[in-house]
């Protein structure tokens, strides 16, 4: 018999009937002998919703009580599916993070996972449980303090349970069949990968891809916690997620160069205008930014004008951030010496991502001259070994990701499903 971690998110726990449905599967999965650990996220869309009324009580809600919030939601609908199970015959106990040990760091909003001491989960499922654990939650080791793990993160909680109980896999349900080459709801020929590396699924992770959180990857891979992404709507086979060289290739004919398409329409460009063409200024700027404890993703910077021996520096980061990075950069305007600031969040960012761009040239100009034809202006542009970025006006994004998928070939003639969710 098997141990595994199930993971569902809000789509398939949206409301009273699907918390049901969601409880006969794991009852089966159950039946079939299994030890069973279920991670689980707020119903449908209670996350932003929370934080919608947070907002509305306070403009600048306090992180800490921001935290104690949004943490409700997943303890709502561990609770609910207890119930469920426990009316299906099946015995299960709802924990909270902090009763799971999931030991943070003090961050809110944004905590990592640094231990996990799933003492009582263990005892759970000896006793012959079911342990349903709240997902994308845990403590702070210093403070004691209850903190979230960033949007997104039951992902993470899933497989770092998965690590630290020994599971066999982790099981990732969504609303979707697997991981596609594209996101299915702008790209409706997108299809579905059967199997992927940690490396590239951290590639279309970082850059955009919702469909798993990027430290739940990156875990996953440090652990060799092996991930299986699919549908809580069907039975069938979805994506699986592991080492690279277990990826098993097709024939080399269908060979793809590139795995898949991502987009992400949550960041922000800021372009400092006029720095001085002097040693330390980029420091400077970006000290400021880090002080902040802001991420940057994308830099560009210009040769220097000649006529004024300075120059121009962009940057992308969260569009969350943008507020605090402005005010980061007016309070070093002097002493830097630039000349202007300005703001641009009506951009996103489009990238295509495969291992097979090492071994193959032209990549770059296939994804650009695909882009070219669509009328899509480069604003900027960024590569790792197995990826190609671009910054484009918001308005292009759609356009610029079905151009790409259809010029590396990735379209399919069915037509991918999307079985539930509003995307938000
Ligand atoms: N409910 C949280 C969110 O919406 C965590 C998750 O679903 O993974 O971000
Ligand atoms: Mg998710």
Redesign the pocket.
């Given at each position: 018999m098997g141990r595994i971690v199930q993971?569902y998110?809000?789509s398939s726990v949206a409301d009273a009937e699907s918390i049901k449905r969601v409880a006969r599967r794991i009852a089966r999965t159950r039946g079939d002998g299994h030890d069973v650990i279920i991670v689980i996220?707020?119903m449908g869309?209670?996350?932003?919703e929370l934080m919608d009324l947070a907002l509305q009580v306070s403009p600048r809600p306090k992180s800490r009580e921001l935290d104690m919030l949004?943490t409700t939601?997943?303890r709502q609908s561990a609770a609910l599916l207890a119930m469920a199970l426990s009316d299906l015959g099946v015995d299960a106990v709802s924990y909270t993070g902090s009763q799971a040990g999931v030991i943070t760091t003090p961050t809110h909003g944004n905590a990592r996972i640094i231990d996990i001491t799933p003492g009582r989960v263990e005892t759970a499922l000896q006793e012959g449980n079911v342990a349903i654990v709240a997902?994308?939650q845990g403590v702070s080791q210093t403070t004691k303090d209850v903190t979230?793990?960033?949007?997104?993160?039951?992902?993470?909680?899933a497989v770092a349970l998965a690590a630290a109980l020994g599971a066999d896999y982790c099981e990732i349900y969504s609303d979707v069949d697997g991981v596609f080459t594209a996101d299915p709801r702008i790209v409706p020929s997108a299809r579905k990968i059967d199997q992927i590396g940690y490396e590239e699924m951290m590639e279309l992770a970082a850059s955009g891809a919702k469909i798993l959180?990027l430290r739940c990857v990156e875990y996953a891979r440090r652990e060799n916690v092996t991930v299986h992404v699919r549908s809580s709507f069907t039975d069938l086979s979805g994506t699986w997620v592991l080492p690279q060289e277990e990826v098993e290739k097709g024939s080399p004919m269908e060979e793809a160069i590139i795995t898949g398409v991502a987009h992400d329409r949550g960041e922000a460009k800021i372009t400092i205008v006029g720095v001085p063409d002097q040693v330390g200024e980029a420091a400077a700027i970006f000290k400021a930014v880090a002080d902040r404890e802001i991420n940057i993703d994308m830099i560009v910077q210009n040769v220097s004008r000649l006529s004024d021996v300075a120059t121009d520096i962009s940057f992308t980061l969260p569009m969350a951030d943008g507020r605090k990075a402005i005010e980061a950069l007016e309070e070093i305007r002097d002493t830097v010496g630039f000349k202007e600031l300005l703001y641009d969040d009506q951009v996103g960012k489009v990238s295509i991502v495969g291992v097979g761009m090492r071994s193959h040239p032209g990549v770059t100009a296939t994804f650009f001259d695909a882009l070219a034809k669509e009328q899509v202006n480069l604003q900027m542009i960024s590569t790792s070994e197995i990826r190609i970025s671009v910054v484009v006006g918001a308005d292009d994004v759609d356009r610029a990701v079905r151009a790409a998928h259809t010029a590396f070939g990735l379209d399919s003639t069915d037509e991918a499903k999307v079985y539930a969710g509003t995307g938000r």
């Amino acid at each position: 018999m098997g141990r595994i971690v199930q993971k569902y998110g809000g789509s398939s726990v949206a409301d009273a009937e699907s918390i049901k449905r969601v409880a006969r599967r794991i009852a089966r999965t159950r039946g079939d002998g299994h030890d069973v650990i279920i991670v689980i996220s707020a119903m449908g869309d209670t996350t932003d919703e929370l934080m919608d009324l947070a907002l509305q009580v306070s403009p600048r809600p306090k992180s800490r009580e921001l935290d104690m919030l949004l943490t409700t939601g997943e303890r709502q609908s561990a609770a609910l599916l207890a119930m469920a199970l426990s009316d299906l015959g099946v015995d299960a106990v709802s924990y909270t993070g902090s009763q799971a040990g999931v030991i943070t760091t003090p961050t809110h909003g944004n905590a990592r996972i640094i231990d996990i001491t799933p003492g009582r989960v263990e005892t759970a499922l000896q006793e012959g449980n079911v342990a349903i654990v709240a997902g994308f939650q845990g403590v702070s080791q210093t403070t004691k303090d209850v903190t979230t793990l960033g949007r997104g993160a039951s992902d993470t909680t899933a497989v770092a349970l998965a690590a630290a109980l020994g599971a066999d896999y982790c099981e990732i349900y969504s609303d979707v069949d697997g991981v596609f080459t594209a996101d299915p709801r702008i790209v409706p020929s997108a299809r579905k990968i059967d199997q992927i590396g940690y490396e590239e699924m951290m590639e279309l992770a970082a850059s955009g891809a919702k469909i798993l959180h990027l430290r739940c990857v990156e875990y996953a891979r440090r652990e060799n916690v092996t991930v299986h992404v699919r549908s809580s709507f069907t039975d069938l086979s979805g994506t699986w997620v592991l080492p690279q060289e277990e990826v098993e290739k097709g024939s080399p004919m269908e060979e793809a160069i590139i795995t898949g398409v991502a987009h992400d329409r949550g960041e922000a460009k800021i372009t400092i205008v006029g720095v001085p063409d002097q040693v330390g200024e980029a420091a400077a700027i970006f000290k400021a930014v880090a002080d902040r404890e802001i991420n940057i993703d994308m830099i560009v910077q210009n040769v220097s004008r000649l006529s004024d021996v300075a120059t121009d520096i962009s940057f992308t980061l969260p569009m969350a951030d943008g507020r605090k990075a402005i005010e980061a950069l007016e309070e070093i305007r002097d002493t830097v010496g630039f000349k202007e600031l300005l703001y641009d969040d009506q951009v996103g960012k489009v990238s295509i991502v495969g291992v097979g761009m090492r071994s193959h040239p032209g990549v770059t100009a296939t994804f650009f001259d695909a882009l070219a034809k669509e009328q899509v202006n480069l604003q900027m542009i960024s590569t790792s070994e197995i990826r190609i970025s671009v910054v484009v006006g918001a308005d292009d994004v759609d356009r610029a990701v079905r151009a790409a998928h259809t010029a590396f070939g990735l379209d399919s003639t069915d037509e991918a499903k999307v079985y539930a969710g509003t995307g938000r």
